[in-house]
């Protein structure tokens, strides 16, 4: 029996209706920027996996690494334990971070790596005899499927049934750069009002809101204010890290730091899950007392596994090679270039580009997950190109390492889609 038929007896995959979308694509292997299938078909992976494989599909450089690593060392508990997979990993990320971060909470995923943030900010005021109970959050954001992480986020289609049982949160809208004194007396407003714990948001883009771009200057505006009235900020760079903006990470196109940082996704280059919560010293320093009662009483039985560590520390060491910066650069101006020819087609709305993240919207109204989106998704599919539009929004993050000749096809298939099948 085909992989894809035995799936359906056991298998409930995530952001699926099964009874509207019953089959599943069965992936046997991956390289570089392509996927291989059991029926011999090849789809160019046009979102890196969900922007994981950032140096492509079982590079061979993480996979030896790790292949050594599980030959010396495959598990091992990390409460009053260490290993040097973890220390050599703290080095190397504390090297590439904004240099105002200084300690590493590990954990197991992204939605596990906001939940941790927010337990840091909220128990950061508490264990100073503050107790603050307010989040602040932008409109439309995404930070995970925990409920912490869900709290913070503002897209009710994946938080409906959960929504009565969520923390406080206060919205605000993205500076777009017309609006930054706006939103900034509006988060002054919240901050007067109420008390405010941190500040959550993801930095220059907002992914799972269709690559929803927003200004620099006026996040920092944001940042600032925060600041001053000893409010923490957390930065998500779950999608954002590791390049995909053009830097190490989306927080140094600012000049003010966020207190805390959320990485995940490609931070072990879609090797292996891993998760990680960075802060300040200052942070830090509020839960280090006599009083064991102060300490961050969290944890996950992977924390800093050895072999997602060592999966890590291969893919920071291609991230920071000249070769891999070449790439990123390559596949920027590649996109910059298929936007100046593409941006003025009557069918297209907008068009935005942050580092490698490329995004179009087509003047088309359709719902996030409707009839419509599943004809995109299934024109790229059809075309060999695992794409995955959010609602109207076609976007591209691919691997840094996709050739030249599969980025034309995924610019050509777009073009088609728009010219002929819209």
Known sequence: ????????????HPLTQHKLHPDSIAITHAKGAVLYTEDKQEYIDGIAS???????????????????????????????????????????????LPDNQNKLFFSDNGSTSVDVAIKMSLQYHFNQGDKRNVLIAFEEGFHGD???????????????????????????????????????????????????????????????????????????????????????????EVMT??????????????????????????????????????????????????????????????????????????????????????????VIKSHQKFDKHIKSHPRIAQTRQCGIIYAMDLNLEMERYGNLRDKLLNFFLDNKLFMRPLGNTIYIAAPYVITDEQLQKIYDKIEYLIEKIL
């Not at 029996?1 to 409930?12: F, N």
């Open 146 to 236: 925990t409920f912490g992480a869900m709290s913070v986020s503002g897209l009710s289609v994946y938080n409906g049934p959960f929504e009565e049982f969520f923390l406080s949160v206060k919205r605000i809208p993205v500076p777009n750069g017309k609006n930054n004194h706006e939103v900034l007396y509006r988060l002054q407003t919240i901050i007067a009002e109420n008390n405010v714990a941190a500040f959550i948001y993801e930095p220059l883009v907002q992914g799972a809101a269709a690559m929803k771009m927003h200004d620099a200057s006026g996040l920092e505006l944001l940042i600032k204010e925060c600041k001053k009235q000893n409010v923490l900020t957390i930065a998500d």
């Open 50 to 96: 969900w922007y994981t494989s950032a140096y492509g599909h079982c590079n061979a450089y993480i996979v030896e690494r790790v292949k050594k690593q599980v030959e010396t060392l495959d598990q091992v508990v990390f409460a009053g334990l260490t290993h040097e997979p973890a220390v050599h990993l703290s080095e190397k990320l504390i090297g590439i």
């Open 1 to 12: 029996m085909a992989l894809s038929e035995r799936d359906k007896k056991h298998l409930w």
């Open 241 to 330: 890290g590791f390049g995909k903006t053009g830097k190490h990470f989306a927080s140094l196109h600012l000049n003010t730091y966020p207190d805390i940082m959320c990485l995940s996704k490609a931070l072990t280059a879609g090797m292996v899950p891993m998760a990680i919560t960075s802060c300040t010293e200052a942070v830090y320093q509020a839960f280090y007392s006599d009083d064991i009662g102060k300490g961050l009483f969290h944890g996950h039985t992977y924390s800093a596994n050895p072999v997602a560590c060592a999966a890590a520390i291969a893919g920071i060491e291609l991230l920071q090679s000249e070769e891999m910066q070449q790439h990123i650069q390559r």
